[in-house]
């Protein structure tokens, strides 16, 4: 009796576990695009046509392979909607009784599969580098889980960027060197572009008639879609944008989008590129002397160290994760971040780019959309369900513990050490956003302030109980209390004022 083979829409990779466990001679591969998966939180109209468009190329890719195969395109008249409703479909019409499946990336979707049924072996995600037994033993008994004795473990396990034992250029890190203000100009030409095809088109028909009220713009679409093209993409960034990726990684600008980033977090969360070797390829340039070790190690950093760690804090913590709110912030997310007019330029540039491309780097996300979140004491489930919504690389195991844990802090420091926020003058010294923004940044209270300011100070004050003994705050509390009372005053009512209209839905 033939078993059935499940690959997920973010497991389009040929050696995935599921696949190298079962027998293309008997087994039957079981792939559907489903309303359930495309809409449990209402993706960008981008995210759902990657992930559709590379699924129907990768199906054919394995019936190229040999595989038989089922598939399910979503405007299936018999499609059931879901990941298990296709699975008994499959079931019943083969006469099969069992499942085999690359363990998915979500809580939601595991304990789906295990309560469908049929008999599930749901087996391990090994396209990662992190064994989750041996993070679990690593993190036992530690008083903290930071993220950069992690790192150190996985370059000596990796071997990346080691020379004799040792960490290349004798030090594990070089974030010193990779914090420069955003430059005149980008010499890069930005991320490869490809033209869809036909069936990339298809594709796109299909999520403009089923998807069209969604927030985002599904056209123009350039995004890779199948492993040659994720490739390729990868050898242009190497080769094009990495030399100065280090040094411009954290800086924004208003009219340059990408800067020198990779844009390829998406094509490894699907499976169209392998971390090994992205990595690889990565360390190949700086080994050939093309690629300085500040730019080498700070994008290495971000995939064996921040990206594995995320993955293994998500399920060590389980599946209430993601609902945390150790701040108790309880504001609804403002309309300014599905596109109402603001007046804070940087917030308008951030979302207006996230509606059109479905993306934004590490620190757009970080210090402008989350930082302005935290401070203004939104509910971090909203912003949480609305990294999830916009973003073309979001999977809750990836996104869950970067908006809870590092931007929104409400895991109550289970991965950061202290909250990730800052008034107006960390973003004005990482980007040109303010110099045409309506608010002024020098300004610290009164007419024409910088709202970032306000909130800052507001922020730390009514959460005084909560970090005052914070030995990395102890500096911020102390300038503070040299305000004294009459300004302290003048911030409070300011910024409380600034929240009021925020929630009234008033232009800000």
């Known amino acids: 009796m033939s078993r059935l083979v499940l690959v997920l829409g973010d497991q389009l990779s040929e050696g995935l576990s599921a696949l190298r466990a079962a027998d293309p001679e008997r087994d039957v591969v079981v792939m559907a695009e489903v309303a359930e998966e495309a809409g449990y939180v209402a993706h960008h109209p981008k995210k759902i046509a990657l992930i559709f468009a590379a699924m129907r190329k990768f ?3 394995l019936r190229d392979a040999g595989w038989e195969l089922r598939y399910t395109a979503l405007d299936d008249t018999e499609n059931s909607g879901s990941i298990p409703g296709e699975l008994l479909r499959r079931a019943e019409e083969l006469g099969a009784s069992e499942v085999i499946a690359t363990q998915p990336g979500e809580f939601r979707l595991i304990a789906a599969l295990d309560e469908m049924g049929l ?5 391990t995600d090994d396209r990662f580098l992190t064994d989750l037994d041996w993070f679990e033993d690593w993190a036992r008994g530690r008083k903290s889980l930071r993220m950069e004795y992690f790192y150190r473990e996985m370059r000596k396990s990796t071997g990346y960027l080691m020379e004799e034992g040792k960490p290349a250029g004798g030090q594990w890190n070089f974030d010193h060197d990779n914090r420069k203000p955003a430059p005149g100009e980008i010499a890069a030409s930005g991320p490869m572009r490809f033209t869809p095809d036909e069936t990339v088109e298809e594709v796109l028909d299909l999520v403009e008639r089923r998807f069209g009220n969604s927030f985002g713009e599904t056209r123009p679409f350039w995004f890779a879609t199948d492993q040659g093209e994720a490739r390729r993409a990868l050898t242009h960034f190497v080769k094009t944008a990495l030399p100065r990726f280090g040094d411009y990684q954290d800086a924004m ?10 844009v390829i977090s998406g094509y490894m969360n699907i499976g169209l590129l392998d971390p090994r070797e992205v990595c690889d390829a990565v360390e190949a340039a700086w080994r050939a002397g093309d690629v300085p070790i500040n ?9 064996i160290g921040w990206r594995e760690y995320m993955r293994a804090i998500y399920f060590r913590e389980g599946p209430e994760y993601p609902r945390r709110n150790w701040l108790n912030h309880q504001r609804g997310l403002p309309p300014l971040y599905w596109g109402a007019e603001t007046r804070m330029r940087c917030l308008a540039k951030a979302v207006e780019q996230t509606r059109e491309e479905a993306y934004a780097h590490h620190i757009q996300r970080l210090m402008v959309t989350g930082n302005f979140a935290l401070l203004a004491g939104i509910d971090p489930a909203e912003v949480e369900e609305w990294y999830m919504r916009v973003y073309f690389d979001a999977f809750e195991w990836v996104t869950a513990p970067n908006t809870v844990g590092m931007s929104q802090f409400a895991d109550g420091g289970v991965i950061a050490s202290k909250p990730y926020v800052s008034s107006g003058s960390y973003i004005d010294r990482m980007s040109d956003y303010c110099g045409d923004c309506a608010y002024s940044v020098k300004t610290k209270t009164g007419e024409g302030a910088c709202p970032f300011n306000l909130l800052y100070w507001h922020f730390m004050d009514r959460h005084r ?3 005052a003994k914070n030995p990395r705050m102890a500096q911020m509390y102390a300038t503070w209390d040299r305000m004294g009372a009459e300004k302290q005053e003048t911030i409070r009512n300011e910024a409380e004022d600034f929240l009021r209209r925020l929630s009234d839905g008033e232009v800000v």
């Open 253 to 262: 600008m208003g009219e340059e989008r990408f800067l020198y980033h990779g």
């Open 119 to 123: 008999k599930v072996t749901q087996l």
């Open 59 to 61: 199906a054919a890719r």
């Open 465 to 467: 109980e909560r970090f």
């Open 295 to 303: 730019a080498a190690e700070g994008f290495i950093r971000q995939v």
